[in-house]
């Protein structure tokens, strides 16, 4: 199970990616779905295969979470016929099943991860990061993030990229940098600093203060606000995502 710290980045950096939903089950679907739409404005649902497969040429989607036991054409059928001629594509598959040949097929089609039904949103959440991490791997312009005024955040890195060159972040920065992009144009209290970035650490006034100017003079002034008598706000680039 990923740490607290990790989960506040994952939530961040799963904005920037795309996932198609396949499930044939109405009620999971709907629910789950529900969970997906929270952690990424760009989500998908399909109820079958076939229409999974529109979808996917329309869209590219990243990520893939689907049952193995759909209408028609199965999902393990369906992996395969994207397999064939993708293999950047994260492949999730939910399953009620642990028999050893699905294990196996799993293993050569390089499922991310297969979820045994019910599943828990902490072990969704793992597999959702999982491939995120494959995904940033394969290509890392995937993890870099537009802060605006030609500034990007390299998440594979942990840099900043100010006219084509490196910036290094030290470590709090790179922890509070990544809080503010899971929290993207919300005004966060103080307190939700010293719970989501120092954590067991005692925070005080001053070293937050120190930590933002610092990120201001790196990126701009105006990168974070703040916000009197309650915090900051991070304004990013557009919408603060790339």
């Not at 989960?7 to 789950?32: C, W």
């Not at 399909?46 to 193995?68: C, F, M, T, V």
């Not at 390299?154 to 100010?162: N, Q």
Request: aromatic content about 8%.
């Amino acid at each position: 199970m990923i740490t607290k710290m990790k989960q506040e980045q994952f939530f961040g950096r799963i904005r920037r990616h795309s996932i198609l939903y396949v499930e044939d089950d109405a009620a999971l679907q709907a629910t789950i779905g529900e969970f997906l739409a929270r952690l990424t404005p760009h989500l998908f649902k399909a109820s079958s295969a076939e229409e999974a497969k529109i979808i996917y040429h329309e869209q590219k989607p990243g990520i893939i979470l689907l049952d193995i036991n759909l209408p028609g054409i199965s999902g393990i059928d369906f992996c395969e016929s994207i397999r064939g001629k993708d293999a950047k594509t994260r492949f999730i598959m939910t399953t009620a099943y642990t028999d050893k040949p699905f294990l196996l097929k799993a293993v050569e089609l390089g499922l991310t991860r297969y979820l045994v039904k019910p599943m828990t949103s902490d072990e969704l959440i793992d597999a959702l990061h999982k491939a995120v991490e494959e995904l940033e791997k394969i290509d890392p312009t995937l993890g870099r993030v537009d802060l605006g005024r030609g500034i990007h955040y390299d998440g594979s890195t942990k840099t900043l990229i100010v006219d084509g060159k490196n910036v290094p972040l030290r470590r709090k920065e790179v922890e509070l940098l990544e809080f503010f992009l899971s929290h993207p144009r919300e005004t966060i209290p103080y307190e939700q600093f010293e719970h989501g970035v120092w954590q067991d650490s005692v925070m005080t006034a001053d070293a937050i203060r120190s930590q933002i100017r610092n990120l201001r003079k790196k990126c701009y002034p105006e990168l974070i606000k703040n916000v009197s008598g309650i915090g900051y706000r991070f304004t990013g680039g557009g919408d603060g995502i790339a």
